[in-house]
C-alpha cells in the first residue's frame, strides 16, 4: 500500500524524493496506479496552479533546449524554481529522448532549483500529453512556479502542448529554406511569440529579413487577443543574446492577460476542455476494446471502402452491437 | 408499411415521385423512417456513385446559387442530369433557404434534367450534413451524373462539404476588402480551384489582382496531389463568362485522378472517415444522453473550471457511471 498523502504532503514541501514517487505513479500504465494518481492528484490539486506555464516548440535542431537551458539559469538566478517537462511525438520510436536532453542542459540539470523530466514513453501523444500535463500540477504543487514545456514541431504535439500552457513561444530559424514553414502548418496561429533563434554573426541579416516575413505574416492571421500583439524578436541561445528579453516578453504577456481577464479564462477553459477530450478518448476505448464492436469493425469498415454498405448503415450496426453488450 | 423496394426500383427508373420519397425518408427525424431509409439506402447503394460529385463554397453573396444555375444550364445542355443540394448551417436559424434558392435559380429549376434540394432543416451542422450526403446516394440511383452541393463559406460547413466530394470549388469576389480572407480560414488548403466571380467589367482589373494574389499564397501551402495544380481562374456567373471553363477544370482535374488511382482512393476514404464520424458522433450522443452520466456532467465540468477537481479525475468518474449504467 502506498502511503498517498504521505506522498502528497512530501510533494507540497518540495521534497525531491516525493516529487519522484508521484511522478512514477503518475506516469504508472498499471491501473491501481492510476486510480491513486487520481486521489494523489486531487489531493495536490488546491498546491497548484501558482506558476507561468510556457510552452516552447520548434522543428528539431531549433535551439529548444539550448534556449531552455539558458532562460531556466536565468530564472533560477531570478530566484524562480524552473521544472522542464517535455512531450515527444517521437520518443516512442527513438526510445526517448532522456539521454539527448539530459546532455543539452548540463547546467540546468545540476542546478539545485531546476527540475528536469524528459517525456514518458507512451502508445499515443494522448498518452504522453495526459501524463505531461499531469506531471506538471505535480511540479507546480512542489513549489516550481515557472514550467517550461518542450515540444518538436511535428504536426499535432504543437497544438497539444499549446492547450496546456499559457504562453505558447514558437522558435524558429533564419531563413531556413522556407521562411513561412510555421504558416502551413498553423501553427502561427497558436504562438504567442516568434523567437528567430542563431540570430548571430553573418545569420544576423537572414535572421532580419526572416523577422520582416513572420511579422506579414501575422498581418494575414486574426489576432488572438486584443490585448496582445505578438511579437517577433531575434535571440542567439547559445550566446546568451535575447535570454532576458524573452523572459520580459513572458512578462508583459501574463500582466496583459491577467489585466484583462483572459489569464483565468484561458486555464478554466483549457481545464474543461481537456475533460472533454480525456473522456472521449476514454469513451473510444470504451468502444474500441468492446468485444462486440472489436468483432465486427474490419469487416464493416471494408464492408464501406468496397461499398457494399452505407456509412450510415455500418455505423448504425456498430452503435447497436455496442449497445447490446453493456 | 412503406413499400421500400417499390421506392428503391421507382428512384432507379429516374421516377420523381419515388426520388422525393425517398429522401422525404432520408431527411426523417422519426426513428423507425430512420430504420427504414438505412435498408433504403443500401439497396440503392449499388447504383450509386457514377457521378461527379462538386463543391462549391464562397461568402454569401459571393454568386454561388447564380454560377450554380449557369453550370447546371450548361451541364443539361451537353444532355447531363444535374441534381443541386444544400448544406446550410444558417437553415436552422433562418427557416431555411429554399425560397431564396428556388427563386435565384428559377430557369435551372424549370429544367426536367435538373434537380434542386435545398438543405433540411437540421439541430447540427453534422446532422444537415448527414441528410445531404445520403439525399446525394439516392440522387445518383436515380440517374442524376453530376451533384452540386453549395454551402456557404462559413466555418466548418465548408470542410464538412469538402469531405463529401470529388471536387471542391471556391468562389471568391475581387478585390473584397482583404483578397486573402481564404488563407485565414483553411479554406484555400482544400479547394481544387479558385473562381474569382464578378470578373466583368469595371471589376476586371481588381480580379486580375486578386488572381495574382491568390496564386502567391497558392504557393505557400502544400500541394494536395502532386498530380493536380490548383487554379485561379475569371469568370462572370451573371454574364455566363467562364462557365463552359469551369466544367473543363473539373473534367481535367478528374481524369488527372482517375488517372493517378486519387479519385477512387479518395472516395474511399471519405466513406470510411464518414463511418467513423457517425459512429463517434452517435456515441458520444449515447453518452450525452445516459442518465448517469446527465446527472453527473454540469458538476464535474464546474468542478474543473473551479478547479475542485482534475480533468482527469472528472473524467474517470463520468466514465464510471456510463460503464454502471450499462
Ligand atoms: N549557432 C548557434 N547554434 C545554436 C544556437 N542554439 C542552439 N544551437 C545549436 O543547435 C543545435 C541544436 O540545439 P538543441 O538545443 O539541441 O535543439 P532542439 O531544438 O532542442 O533540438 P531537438 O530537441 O532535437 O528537437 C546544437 O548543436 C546547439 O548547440 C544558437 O543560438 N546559435
Ligand atoms: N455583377 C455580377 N453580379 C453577380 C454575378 N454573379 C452573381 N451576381 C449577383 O450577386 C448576388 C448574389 O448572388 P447569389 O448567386 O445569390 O450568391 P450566393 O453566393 O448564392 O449567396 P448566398 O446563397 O446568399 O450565400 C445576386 O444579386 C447576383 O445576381 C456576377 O458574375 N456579376
Ligand atoms: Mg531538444
Ligand atoms: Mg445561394
Known amino acids: 500500500m502506498i502511503k498517498l498523502h504521505d506522498i502528497a504532503e512530501g510533494v507540497k514541501k518540495g521534497q525531491l524524493r516525493a516529487l519522484a514517487k508521484a511522478i512514477t505513479l503518475v506516469e504508472s500504465r498499471n491501473i491501481d496506479h492510476s ?3 487520481t486521489t494523489l492528484l486531487d489531493e495536490l490539486l488546491p498546491a497548484s496552479g501558482n506558476s507561468i506555464r510556457l510552452g516552447i516548440s520548434g522543428v528539431p535542431g531549433a535551439g529548444k533546449s539550448t534556449i531552455i537551458e539558458a532562460l531556466g539559469l536565468h530564472l533560477t538566478g531570478l530566484g524562480h524554481k524552473v521544472a522542464v517537462l517535455a512531450v515527444d511525438p517521437t520518443s516512442q520510436l527513438s526510445g526517448g529522448s532522456i539521454l539527448g536532453d539530459k546532455t543539452r542542459m548540463e547546467a540546468l540539470s545540476r542546478d539545485p532549483n531546476a527540475f528536469i523530466r ?10 504522453v500529453a495526459r501524463k505531461t500535463r499531469e506531471t506538471m500540477l505535480v511540479c507546480e504543487a512542489a513549489g516550481y512556479d515557472v514550467i517550461i514545456v518542450e515540444t518538436v514541431g511535428v504536426g499535432q504535439s504543437e497544438i497539444t502542448v499549446a492547450s496546456m500552457v499559457d504562453f505558447f513561444m514558437l522558435l524558429q530559424l533564419p531563413g531556413a529554406g522556407d521562411e513561412l514553414q510555421g504558416i502551413k502548418k498553423g501553427v502561427m496561429e497558436i504562438a504567442d ?9 553573418d545569420n544576423r541579416p537572414k535572421a532580419e529579413l526572416a523577422r520582416q ?3 506579414n505574416a501575422l ?3 486574426k489576432p488572438k487577443s486584443t490585448n496582445w500583439q505578438v511579437p517577433v524578436r531575434l ?12 523572459w520580459q516578453t513572458v512578462h508583459d504577456f501574463t500582466q496583459a492577460m491577467k489585466a484583462s481577464g483572459e489569464f483565468e479564462q484561458k486555464r478554466r477553459l483549457q ?33 464501406v471502402a468496397q461499398g457494399i454498405t452505407t456509412p450510415g448503415a455500418a455505423s448504425r450496426r456498430l452503435i447497436e452491437v455496442f449497445k447490446r453488450g453493456h
Chains 1, 2 share one sequence.
Open 235 to 246: 535571440c542567439s541561445a547559445l550566446h546568451k543574446q535575447g535570454i532576458a528579453e524573452a
Open 35 to 37: 486510480v491513486a494518481a
Open 213 to 215: 516575413q513572420y511579422l
Open 271 to 303: 481545464a474543461t476542455d481537456w475533460m472533454w477530450t480525456l473522456t472521449m478518448n476514454d469513451l473510444k476505448d470504451l468502444f474500441m476494446h468492446d468485444r462486440n464492436v472489436a468483432a465486427l469493425l474490419t469487416q464493416m469498415q471494408q464492408a
Open 219 to 221: 498581418h494575414l492571421l
Open 118 to 127: 524528459p517525456s514518458p514513453s507512451g502508445d499515443t501523444l494522448g498518452g
Open 193 to 201: 511569440a516568434i523567437f528567430i533563434n542563431k540570430a548571430e554573426g
